[in-house]
């Protein structure tokens, strides 16, 4: 007689919205995004670092990545067995590729042109990848940890460690 393992079944959730390429889709793009990770209990740290992710890929899907009347996309993905959380905006501008933060040569006086360094800095990962037939999609990558129930079936209140 064999016996097996009993395997934990693979959680993914996802939530994917267009949205306007203006400031208001930008704007709510993040609140979404907030919104649906509380729906998803992502801890408060996991939260807040990817609202900060979403407001700046949005934003710049908004305003250097808008083509005529074209929206752009948010799409969240979390995966609870692995502990991964991918936030992906794709955009219409696939030919206008974002430099590495190094590369950027950004004066620290400006007012803009800083973004990709803050999502590389909140990120565990990101990276650019074409999104056919010409559009392109930049997306970051968070470990995070959902809470789960406890012993007595409770679900835990108390944020679980980011990283």
């Not at 969240?76 to 590369?103: C, F, K, N, Q």
């Amino acid at each position: 007689m064999s016996a097996t393992t009993p395997q934990l079944p693979a959680t993914v959730h996802t939530f994917t919205q267009l949205l306007s390429s203006t400031r208001r889709g930008a704007r709510l793009a993040r609140l979404l995004a907030a919104e649906q990770l509380r729906a998803w209990q992502v801890s408060p740290g996991v939260t807040e670092r990817t609202e900060q992710i979403v407001a700046e890929l949005a934003s710049n899907a908004a305003l250097l990545g808008r083509v005529g009347n074209r929206d752009f996309r948010l799409s969240l993905t979390l995966d609870s067995t692995a502990g991964l959380l991918r936030i992906a905006v794709t955009d219409a501008r696939g030919e206008r590729l974002p430099s590495p933060p190094a590369d950027c040569g950004t004066s620290l006086d400006a007012e803009s042109g800083r973004g990709l360094l803050l999502v590389a800095a909140l990120a565990d990962r990101w990276g650019v990848e074409p999104y056919p037939p010409s559009d392109k999609t930049v997306w970051a990558e968070c470990a995070c940890e959902t809470p789960g129930p406890d012993r007595m079936g409770r679900t835990a209140t108390a944020p679980s460690p980011d990283r």
